[in-house]
């Protein structure tokens, strides 16, 4: 009689090809990969040096994403040199290599984590790497998505395959109907306050409860996006109706008889009964309230209602002045109230949270109402196709009419690696998922929150 097995275990079953060592490293094959202008290069002089081809170029897609300008005129030029010869560089290799590239003046362009599964690049059941930590987005789909480095990406595009060692399972159990204005935002905020930021290192997370069940497809991608924030390397969700809807129309999934096929496999993509978790972590969602971070790591955040912390009250002395060094670069008090901080700028974007669903959720809050003079307050779309639908449904308009930038698409003020940065003692609403010191420009202050948390937040302060 098998073992039951989890979701995680079946998919890295079915993709080991041959166990290498006595220590659970096994060869994994690998059926999808995204490629940055960022991230690529080095794996592809690797490549050219050693005179290897790519194995199977059409399992690769590439996109201009972290460097492009983002401004509402899109342009070709890159701010810098260095993002010049990044995207020269990438369009070289492409070109070179047989991949296809979705560069900047493509209507297909995006952030790469909001392109693929735009695309049905990303499909149930398959085994993803990209040279991107945020890669986890992908399990909302049921597949498993993870980040790897430059020198993994090079043997990924030469064999098909990567050396890897079975991660741990934890299950995340949220039950119960999310409150009033509580995003799915919150939900991954919540956990990692909870369980901290690296709480979930060396585990893969699955996602289960009614909850998660009640989360569109859009809404899923934004958990499984930011557990890495928790320090999972791979997220997970067992695809459901709902995912096959979202996959069915799109460009590269599977059509006809095949579709009738492989939705057959999808349904068997499931914990077993029985299955045992390393961990359980259980949430109740009726306890979940939006979220915001106060500090300078993604675990440092609290229900917008709460007060920033006392580091006195904290007895630990490293923990203590940890505290204390994020409240200092963060320019907080203990006990301010987090709804009464000022901001200066409010940023809708990120494979986090700018998908269509996200922009619709901004308008609603935004519809007739002005931002706050003196916050400066962008969106920008994740993808090309996000910011044509949201012209198409009207959207576009009520955000430039409350004031807001309305900009191409882009990794944008996400971080400050293209020519939306921050100034020193900015103070940014953010949408995003990190906030780091100097994330989104040296000595600029991020607040990670839910998009309508952020557009509430680019209000006058009442
Ligand atoms: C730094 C950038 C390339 C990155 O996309 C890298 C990553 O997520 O791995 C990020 O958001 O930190
Ligand atoms: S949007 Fe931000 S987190 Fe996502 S890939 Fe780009 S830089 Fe990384």
Redesign the pocket.
Known sequence: MNQPRTLYDKHIDSHTLCPLDDDGHVLLYIDRQVLNEYTSPQAFSGLREAGRTVWRPETALAVV??VNPTAPQRIAAMPDEGGARQVSYLAENCRDFGIELFDVLDKRQG???VVAPEQGFILPGMVVAAG?S?TTTYGALGAFGFGIGTSEIEHLLASQTLVYKRLKTMRVTVEGRLGLGVASKDIIMALIEKIGASGATGYAIEFTGSTIDALSVEARMTVCNMAVEAGARGAFMAPDDKVFAYVKDKLRAPKGEQWEQAVAKWRALKSDEGAVFDREVAIVATAIQPMVTWGTSPDQAAPIGARVPDPAGEEDPIRRRDLQRALDYMGLEPGQRLDGIAISHAFI????NARIEDLRQVAEVVRDRKVADGVRAMIVPGSTAVRAQAEAEGLAEIFLAAGFEWRQSG?SM??A?NDDVLDAGDRCASS???NFEGRQGAGARTHLMSPAMVAAAAWPVA
Not at 349 to 352: M, V
Request: glycine share 6%; proline share 0%; with cysteine.
């Open positions: 994403d972290h952030i790469e984590h991107d945020h974007g990120s494979c986090t990794c996400c971080l690696m995003t998922n990190r």
